[in-house]
């Protein structure tokens, strides 16, 4: 098997497990009750992560297709603010459509925190991770592995592990 299609089998896997995990938290207002009774979160009683991928815009200008994203994004945030406060941000990587540009990569990242930060998402918990679009080594993306948080745990898996 190449490289490329275990990656592929990888990322179908871990879709597929990421899902399985979020279905399981049924009823979601019976997790949100003792998420609160178990002070977990003080604020609205739901924890909300908001999770995005693929930020690049299709256009020959990558900062004008930062700044297309970033209204995308803004308008998206925007309505999530509207009922729940976000308590974290995951964003699962592909920022530019140019491959292994670091520097259109960083800054499509900047655009992409400016543009939650206008829209009110005020959690310091932002996790990005790399996908195909971007170089290895990019300052901003968390290491592959396992994180826990008091809240929650996740697992990351970047594109080049």
């Known amino acids: 098997m190449r490289t490329s299609e ?17 279905t399981s938290f049924v009823p979601v207002t019976t997790f949100a009750v003792e998420a609160e009774e178990v002070g977990l979160h003080a604020g609205d009683g739901v924890f909300t992560i908001l999770a995005a991928s ?8 990558y900062e004008q297709a930062n700044a297309n994203g970033a209204a995308n994004v803004k308008d998206i945030a925007e ?22 540009n670091a520097a259109e990569s960083q800054a499509a990242q900047t655009a992409l925190v400016n543009s ?8 310091s918990e932002k996790v990005f991770l790399q996908g195909n679009h971007e170089p290895a080594g ?14 929650y745990a996740y697992y990351v898996l970047n594109e080049d592990d």
């Open 6 to 22: 275990k990656k592929s089998w990888q990322r179908i896997l871990a879709f597929v497990l990421t899902m399985a995990m979020l």
């Open 54 to 61: 693929d930020f690049q815009e299709r256009g020959d200008n």
């Open 79 to 100: 309505e999530v603010v509207k009922d729940h406060s976000v308590d974290a941000f995951f964003f699962c990587g592909d920022y530019t459509l140019t491959m292994e």
């Open 116 to 123: 939650l930060n206008s829209a009110g998402v005020t959690t």
């Open 138 to 151: 990019l300052g901003f993306v968390k290491p592959t592995g396992g994180y826990v948080e008091p809240e």
